[in-house]
């Protein structure tokens, strides 16, 4: 059953609906008129997660992305149009980052055993040494026609983008019912769409990047943004001592060796904010702090040090954060 709780300055009830997808869950938060029925939203919201899932998985061999993956180079692939967009937006974000951003290592996110199979050494020594070109010259798009194909060699994994997307499907889902606020996530990437009731905006908050545990480094206030936060705190595994993110860096071929403990990104869409937020990780905070203000992007960094967390924020939302925690 939803949750509900009355708003008696508005004499809605604040909703919230959640279920499974992506190996974790989806959210939406709404404020609707008291005892309205909410059976029909849920099964929207579930359907629109579940179409994203369906297309862009690296868990279900049956994937629109994983018979992409399967194709020979130079063979046009249909495609739907959703996936053709995040493919877009992520070749993007691959250029605009100097290749930090790079889909093209689904090989190396599943031969570390972030993805349904374990860990392989055989597969780790391969993604290592595997020659790369980064996605966004090997992989073309042909949005007119729903197309796609490879000119060479391309195991695309959107792990670092389709969640994001996912939120903003939430969101659309709910425009399409008529709501024009509301608060819609999956895995903490978040879309804050329009005011709540009383006229304030949305409250997020931006973790600590600690195991285990949900603390609270800062909060946010946003309305018609969204955010989204790339860490190693959550996904992870350890060897020989060091911890080791599940976001890859294309230059090696496996996990990032020294990254930010987390990045969270504040972008018009959740799809931008979860792409930047992974390509701002991989860049790191001197010269992903740099790119940022380049592009206008608003972002805070959170590193580990001896003397605790240190933090590093980008644009009008995080400057004023706290340098150290």
Request: proline share 6%; net charge neutral; aromatic share 4%.
């Amino acid at each position: 059953m939803p949750k509900m709780s009355i708003d008696r300055t508005s004499h809605l009830s604040r909703v919230t609906l959640n279920g499974p997808t992506m190996g974790t869950r989806w959210s939406a938060r709404l404020d609707l008129p008291a005892g309205a029925p909410t059976d029909g939203l849920r099964a929207a919201f579930a359907a629109a997660v579940a179409e994203v899932d369906a297309q862009m998985s690296t868990w279900r061999a049956d994937s629109d992305l994983m018979r992409l993956n399967r194709a020979a180079p130079g063979v046009w692939v249909d495609l739907p149009a959703r996936l053709l967009e995040v493919l877009e937006t992520a070749l993007e974000i691959g250029r605009a980052s100097g290749g930090a951003f790079d889909i093209g290592m689904g090989d190396a996110v599943r031969a570390w055993g972030f993805c349904a199979d374990p860990a392989s050494e055989a597969g780790i020594r391969a993604a290592l040494a595997a020659p790369r070109r980064p996605a966004h010259e090997v992989l073309e798009i042909d949005s007119p026609n729903r197309r796609a194909r490879k000119h060479g060699p391309l195991s695309a994994d959107l792990g670092g983008i389709a969640k994001g997307y996912g939120a903003d499907r939430l969101a659309a889902v709910a425009r399409g019912a008529g709501r024009n606020a509301g608060l819609f996530g999956i895995d903490g990437e978040l879309v804050a769409m329009g005011l709540q009731p009383d006229g304030r905006p949305w409250t997020l908050a931006v973790e600590r990047p600690e195991d285990g545990v949900r603390a609270l480094h800062s909060v946010l206030e946003l309305h018609d943004a969204a955010v989204a936060t790339s860490g190693d705190y959550r996904h992870f595994v350890t060897l020989g001592g060091r911890r080791l993110a599940h976001t890859m860096d294309p230059a090696r071929g496996g996990p990032l060796l020294a990254a930010p403990a987390s990045v969270t990104v504040v972008a018009p869409s959740c799809m931008l904010a979860d792409g930047w937020a992974t390509a701002l990780t991989v860049l790191g905070p001197d010269a992903g702090a740099d790119l940022a203000r380049r592009l206008g992007l608003q972002a805070l960094f959170l590193m580990r040090t001896d003397e605790g967390l240190r933090s590093h924020g980008v644009g009008p939302l995080f400057e004023s954060a706290p340098e150290t925690v």
